[in-house]
């Protein structure tokens, strides 16, 4: 039969072969040319002998080698040896030494490999035991990835965090989700708590016939979590034959417990892009910076939520200037020591600030960071802004390529195409979008305001509605159905929505950029002029944009919406060229 290819190896773990016995880097176990399945543990137990090959090695030096800390009961050894030396026979290679532990006897041949392939994992989100708080599981694999990425050797490509969650969340296994993104391995685990310890279980298992290739288990006190993960990165590198790389920027110090502990809750909350969960989420990372200053990730995070939040409506523009203006001035030399921070701090000044060439500094700082839901987003919004509809193509096709399975991806490539001027491109990426990622909150917004201006207002109000009733707080979405509504003919009902939310603006911030469709649409041109005036005063994040959406062609040659053309032409007198408006 034909068998798959080994991973290589730069020397760590080399191939061996002994007497008509082959074990490869990657777990393949073979009898001439006949494969032997080993399970992990036996595995584990083969290599720890090869590698001592004609040493006696002691039950309690195997035991350390299978199991770690983990207690186990005294028969397991002797039982995994009994095991592996039945797959053996009829070969006599292993030899037991009376009173002293194991040796294997067989003439031992390695193979070191150094030019490594690239190798696609996946980290599923981790399952969680009982009495184990639900978001931990999601939120450990989540920092594995993000701590793989950084300090594990170049030839280890590890899958988009988006795109593995989301084929997850539908229910694919490790290996269907690994089939589906073409991944070589998958990693999966299981996070269980004891009375003062976390027990992190976790099996690599080969996509192309889902063996269990290893498993490996680790305990930290429950105060220590974060050194569980750190752990879990380092065995898991040299599981795979490599040595831990140093990291992109500098390690942070070991936080303090309540307070990472903090981050990881709030981390999870506010990517749930649910309001109360997003206003929880930034409690939790308020606490975490407040009890630990120095936990950079904390501050990263809450800026980003800042920005995610003032993009939903959720929070004023200004007021999340001056978060992320704070957290900037907590964090020094953000360049080095939280790069991350760069494209937010450039957003702002780009579209609070109106500073286009500090805005450009940052984004060019940033240039080498590599694709995330926000550094992307950011970028794309920025090209979008400036009317570099082509450059937010490439931005978005280069993302898609890595992440393929992120639906605020493809509805961010929809809406890109809308202002690009490509409708029928547009209804096709939305149409394709809302069928494979049903009921989520940007797909439905995007779906609803695309499919209403292509002449499919039945359509778009249905989709429309159902936003607004699994979201009642999300204004784009009320403002959103209310523009379907008025193409539906069903003007009055769109109005009294619309009404609603400038009512609504007296008492709390509204965000106001896409009322003027909706009014424009109900042939209420003075109107939806004066909301974009109030959406320029606000500094909302979607202006500029807004200004180039084909739904407000309707407004050309109103002279309040020309003069507010021509204002923001030179928002600093230096900007003329990039925000020139194109019709």
């Not at 929809?414 to 990622?437: C, F, K, N, P, Q």
């Not at 400038?502 to 109107?527: K, N, T």
């Amino acid at each position: 039969m034909k068998l798959s290819n080994g991973i290589e190896s730069d020397g760590r773990e080399p191939e061996f072969s002994f007497g008509d016995f082959r074990l490869w880097q990657d777990g393949t176990f073979l009898r001439g040319d006949t494969q032997i399945h080993l399970p992990p543990k036996e595995l584990a137990a083969l290599r720890f002998l090869l590698h001592h090959a004609g040493q006696v090695v002691t039950p309690a030096q195997l035991k350390v080698a299978l199991w770690g800390e983990v207690h186990v009961t005294s028969d397991s050894v002797p039982r995994c040896m009994s095991a592996l030396r039945g797959r053996l026979e009829p070969d006599p290679c292993i030899q037991t030494i009376y009173k002293r532990g194991y040796r294997l006897v067989a003439s031992v041949r390695h193979r070191a490999h150094h030019d490594h392939p690239s190798w696609r994992i996946a980290i599923m989100p981790f399952a969680t035991g009982h009495n184990v708080p639900e978001h931990l599981g999601a939120a450990v694999a989540e920092e594995v990835t993000s701590r793989l990425t950084a300090s594990g050797p170049s030839w280890i490509s590890v899958l988009a965090r988006d795109s593995v969650f989301t084929l997850a969340r539908r229910g694919l296994t490790g290996v269907q989700a690994g089939e589906t993104l073409q991944a070589d391995l998958v990693l999966a685990g299981t996070l269980l708590t004891m009375p003062t310890q976390y027990r992190l279980r976790v099996e690599m298992i080969r996509v192309t016939d889902g063996t269990q290739i290893w498993i490996e288990d680790g305990l930290a006190p429950h105060s220590q979590l974060l050194q569980l993960e750190t752990r879990l990165v380092e065995r898991l590198i040299l599981r795979l034959g490599g040595e831990p790389r140093a990291a992109s920027r500098p390690v942070e110090a070991p936080p303090q417990p309540d307070a990472y502990d903090m981050f990881l809750r709030g981390h999870q909350e506010w990517q749930t892009r649910e309001r109360h969960r997003m206003q929880d989420g930034m409690q939790h990372l308020i606490q975490a910076t407040e009890l630990d200053p120095s936990l950079i990730s904390a501050h990263v995070d809450l800026a980003e939520l800042c920005i995610s939040q003032e993009f939903y409506g959720f929070l004023a523009p200004d007021a999340a200037a001056r978060q992320v203006r704070r957290i900037a001035d907590a964090v020094p030399d953000s360049a080095a020591t939280a790069p991350a921070l760069l494209p937010i701090t450039g957003w702002v000044r780009f579209h609070v600030d109106r500073d286009l060439p500090g805005a450009l500094e940052q984004f060019s700082a940033s240039a080498e960071l590599p694709h995330s839901r926000t550094t992307t987003r950011l970028r794309v919004m920025f090209a979008l802004s400036r009317y570099r509809f082509d450059e937010a193509l490439d931005w978005l096709d280069s993302a898609l390529a890595l992440d393929p399975y992120a639906p605020w991806l493809h509805g961010l490539q929809a809406w890109a195409m809308h202002l690009a001027g490509r409708r029928a491109d547009s209804v096709e990426l939305i149409e394709s979008a809302l069928d494979t990622y049903p009921n989520i909150d940007e797909i439905q917004a995007y779906g609803g305001l695309i499919l209403a201006f292509n002449g499919y207002a039945d359509r778009a109000a249905v989709v429309a509605q159902d936003l607004v009733r699994r979201t009642p707080y999300f204004d784009i979405g009320n403002a959103i159905h209310a523009y379907a509504l008025a193409l539906n003919g069903r003007r009055e009902q769109a109005h009294e929505i619309l009404e609603r939310l400038q009512w609504l603006s007296r008492e709390r911030f509204v965000l106001r950029s896409f009322l003027p469709a909706g009014f424009a649409a109900l042939g209420e041109r003075e109107e939806a002029v004066a909301e974009l005036h109030a959406a320029n005063d606000q500094r909302c994040p979607w202006f500029f944009q807004i200004l180039a959406d084909p739904r407000l062609k309707l407004l050309h040659g109103h002279p309040g919406f020309e003069r507010l053309r021509a204002s923001v032409e030179k928002p600093d007198g230096s900007t003329a060229e990039a925000l020139q408006y194109q019709a």
